[in-house]
T-cell receptor, first 109, second 115 residues
Framework: GEDVEQSLFLSVREGDSSVINCTYT??????LYWYKQEPGAGLQLLTY?????DMKQDQRLTVLLNKKDKHLSLRIADTQTGDSAIYFC?????????FGTGTSLTVIP | DVKVTQSSRYLVKRTGEKVFLECVQD?????MFWYRQDPGLGLRLIYF???????EKGDIPEGYSVSREKKERFSLILESASTNQTSMYLC??????????????FGDGTRLSIL
């Protein structure tokens, strides 16, 4: 499979912004996704971005895509304790999906 | 809303047993997937199915098989369970449409322990 890499852990204080980063290797990816996984649950789609876009904003979430550097980021504004979860980035190449290792976000009250 | 249902949230089996994990989706999706999730390794694709009676190996198919006799159901089979198959198993489905993107939708996962 393709390499999709993320940092394993991130801690932020409640009210601060969180930035979760992801790098991928396949330049032919068509869509890139962010999923959230709460403890004991499956993955919930948060947002996605088409590969010809640079940015997508959806309420507190901002996705930035640097296609040249194959770098994707998810910014969560005004992070809340309910945002504590594991966040996965994923890329779609054709009909295949490749997931990162997940970043465990801890929000400190 | 898309509903992907995995038959068990928790399952405990013994080494050497044949284990069936079931996944059902209610949205007439063509594509279905089985992943396993392990700490520090993310999601790894075991098998996927483009449509009924079709299956393709993913990255880690050894020790597993699958069955897709009906469109809504995708079963993962551990032929002879081993302790290294203790993991969280996630099922996903998606509509294989043209044009607009169709993401994967996930079930809640089955946490399988092999003793």
């Amino acid at each position: 499979g393709e390499d999709v890499e993320q940092s394993l852990f991130l801690s932020v204080r409640e009210g601060d912004s969180s930035v979760i980063n992801c790098t991928y290797t396949d330049s032919s990816s068509t869509y890139l996704y962010w999923y959230k996984q709460e403890p004991g649950a499956g993955l919930q789609l948060l947002t996605y971005i088409f590969s010809n876009m640079d940015m997508k904003q959806d309420q507190r979430l901002t996705v930035l895509l640097n296609k040249k550097d194959k770098h994707l980021s998810l910014r969560i504004a005004d992070t809340q304790t309910g945002d504590s979860a594991i966040y996965f980035c994923a890329e779609r190449v054709g009909n295949q999906f490749y997931f990162g290792t997940g970043t465990s976000l801890t929000v400190i009250p | 809303d898309v509903k992907v249902t995995q038959s068990s949230r928790y399952l405990v089996k013994r080494t050497g047993e044949k284990v069936f994990l079931e996944c059902v989706q209610d949205m007439d999706h063509e594509n279905m997937f089985w992943y396993r999730q392990d700490p520090g390794l993310g999601l790894r694709l075991i098998y996927f199915s483009y449509d009924v009676k079709m299956k393709e190996k993913g990255d880690i198919p050894e020790g597993y098989s699958v069955s897709r006799e009906k469109k809504e159901r995708f079963s993962l089979i551990l032929e002879s369970a081993s302790t290294n198959q203790t993991s969280m198993y996630l099922c996903a489905s998606r509509y294989q449409g043209q044009g607009a993107d169709q993401p994967q939708h996930f079930g809640d996962g089955t946490r399988l322990s092999i003793l």
